[in-house]
């Protein structure tokens, strides 16, 4: 196989991963993996015990084992991964991924000395051995390596951390997947995956609208037993973790690797709370009576206008439309995302098909690949969105890995930023394109509906995630337990314009980032607030040469805090008066809607 699934799906480009392996069978991986197992080896024989004693030249030299390491590691995994997640009914694909999985998990132990012997370092010694130009290089990572320092246990108990890995949270994670890959779906006699249903509920027709919610209800509520244990398991797992390592509450592990106080995140939470009436339920009032209701199903929430066009991308449309806004925005952010639509190697996989997991995601890599972006497009204005957002992200990656493998982490509180901005300034693209109130109407009421999905109900998801978290110490949460959670959450966000009820209150295990990466939802709300007051502080000009300071600040999301990158915009994130810009923003669409409401003829 020499390319990555060519996909004569409407002749919409896939992967082609022939720049990291031919295919499964590819010799190179097995070579790989031996390399990758000898240099954890390598500095586990050259450095094991030596850190507290080590000189700069030496550490440097060991740092750079890592990042090499680091580097092959990334290539195999992500391979295993791209090729597994495009055909999940694909036993051998799938089999493949958990082989290179265990194998690097094994052959990677040697390895974990490493950041445990740089934790026990003094104040002194570390400081000296930053004062080298070398290893400063790498201060970023290993300021992160010590934000963790009172976390970390003995080595014999991170080993066994590290063995278990494999068959505890990253299997469940894993079980979910396939699980949720298999599900069949049915409506009028069709068969859908998961990927495909959820576009059906952005169809016209309230009827398939609601054969589609109900379909999805009835599929998760036939599988609550497994989705139930599977999450219980994964959140127990986490507890156990957060408990020996001394975390004080669920949440606070993902906001140390945020670097967002407990008080930041309250501030956040706490403000759109207190923006759901103002918003979401003021939002919903407006959409019902468009949709000639009094109240709307969970199922409409994202439901097109019945007066909307129901025009149609093609996916040249589409990149055509998302490129002209990134050009328009900076020709520089343009050539960024060019390369990622050659159509001899191409780096995104875009039809849905059976078999593919579902969503859209953005996957790094070092600086001497590129990362890889995949969708399920079927040609619906959201699409055209989605791939601004992702496209964004991929923009994203391509500007921090330039400082480094080790020293590019970026925070999913900044991940997210350059998706959202992608996604807006493509918005603003397309609404200067409308060509009456009627349009323009539809327009915003289609955004404001995402900025919601964003901003607001990732909120509500987060919450949901805290209360989950707090009464699984007493033990198993039950199916109806988790629905009833799911049903409050939601219903105090959407507000009484929304009805959730026995037939949507059984969909949360859609959500994966539940089962993925617990407490990942409030980072979409943080940076959707971020944006939209970033674009604001674009909009009114006050800020010279924004756009190359705005690319200037991707770049160096893995290596500085959000306060500081923020302050060439002349705005602090510590304020309460910074959400509510952000969220300023969404209240002001939902006041140009009501504008257009009383204007347009329908």
């Known amino acids: 196989m020499s390319k990555m699934q060519s996909c004569p799906k409407n002749n919409l480009p896939a992967w082609d991963l022939t720049d990291l392996y031919l295919s499964m069978e590819d010799p190179q991986i097995g070579k790989d993996l031996e390399t990758y197992k000898k240099q954890n080896q390598k500095l ?13 030249a030496d550490f440097y030299k060991a740092l750079q084992l890592v990042e090499k390491n680091g580097i092959l590691g990334s290539k195999l995994g992500v391979f295993a991964y791209l090729n597994m997640v495009t055909r999940m009914k694909d036993a051998k694909a799938v089999a493949f991924y958990q082989n290179i999985d265990e194998k690097m998990t094994d ?35 290993l300021e992160r390596v010590r934000r963790f320092k009172d976390y970390e246990l003995s080595e014999e108990v991170e080993e066994v951390f590290h063995d278990k890995s494999v068959t505890s949270g990253s299997a469940w994670r894993r079980f979910y997947d396939e699980h949720s890959a298999a599900l069949v779906y049915k409506v009028d006699g069709k068969e859908y995956n998961d990927a495909e249903i959820s576009k059906l509920l952005q169809d016209k027709d309230p009827i398939i609208r609601e054969k589609a919610g109900k379909e999805m209800n009835r599929v998760c509520k036939e599988n609550a037993s497994f989705f139930t244990f599977v999450y219980n ?70 439901a097109p206008l019945p007066f909307s066009s129901d025009k149609h991308y093609t996916w040249d449309e589409s990149v055509r439309i998302v490129l002209d806004a990134y050009q328009k925005f900076s020709p520089k952010l343009k050539k960024l995302a060019e390369p990622f639509f050659d159509k001899n190697h191409s780096w995104i996989d875009v039809p849905p098909r059976d078999g593919k997991r579902s969503g859209a995601f953005a996957m790094p890599m070092p600086e001497k690949f590129h990362p890889y972006l995949m969708l399920n497009f079927v040609g619906k204005q959201n699409d055209v969105l989605t791939l601004a957002h992702e496209l964004g992200h991929g923009c994203h990656m391509r500007l921090s890995i330039k400082e480094g493998e080790l020293n590019d982490d970026t925070p999913l509180t900044l991940a997210e930023v350059a998706s959202v901005f992608g996604e807006m300034i493509t918005f603003q693209s397309l609404l200067t394109q409308a060509s009456d109130d009627k349009e323009k109407l539809c327009l915003i009421a289609s955004k404001v509906n995402d900025m919601i999905n964003t901003s607001i109900r990732q909120i509500a998801f987060h919450f949901f995630e805290t209360r989950v978290h707090a009464e699984r110490k007493q033990g198993e949460l039950s199916a109806e337990r988790l629905n009833t959670i799911w049903q409050e959450e939601m219903q105090e966000s959407l507000g009484k314009y929304v009805i959730v009820d026995d037939d949507s209150k059984a969909i949360w295990p859609i959500v994966s980032h539940f089962f993925h990466t617990p407490f990942y939802v409030y980072a979409y709300s943080f940076a959707d607030c971020l944006v939209n007051s970033l674009y604001q502080v674009y909009q009114e000009g006050s ?11 991707l770049s160096q999301t893995g290596v500085k805090r959000y306060d500081q990158l923020l302050k060439p915009f002349g705005l602090d994130a510590k304020s309460p008066e910074f959400w ?18 009383k204007k347009v003829k329908f």
């Open 580 to 597: 509510n810009k952000g969220l300023g923003l969404i209240s002001s669409y939902i006041d140009e809607l009501e504008r257009l409401d």
């Open 107 to 141: 052959y990677s132990k040697p390895s974990i000395f490493f950041t445990l012997e740089i934790n026990r370092l003094s104040k002194d010694k570390f400081n000296t051995l930053l004062k080298d130009k070398n290893v400063a290089f790498y201060r970023p990572f």
């Open 44 to 56: 586990a024989k050259q450095y094991k015990g030596k850190i507290a004693t080590i000189t700069p």
């Open 233 to 302: 398991m994964i959140v127990k797992d986490k507890a156990i973790s957060d408990s020996h390592r001394g975390y004080k509450s669920p949440v606070a592990a993902r906001n140390l690797d945020n670097q967002v106080d407990d008080k930041a995140l309250k501030a956040l939470t706490d403000s759109v709370r207190a923006q759901y009436g103002n918003i979401a339920h003021r939002f919903y009032k407006l959409k019902a009576k468009w949709l000639g209701l009094k109240k709307i199903q969970y199922w409409d929430r994202n």
């Open 543 to 553: 800020v010279k040469d924004f756009a190359d300071k705005y690319l200037q600040m």
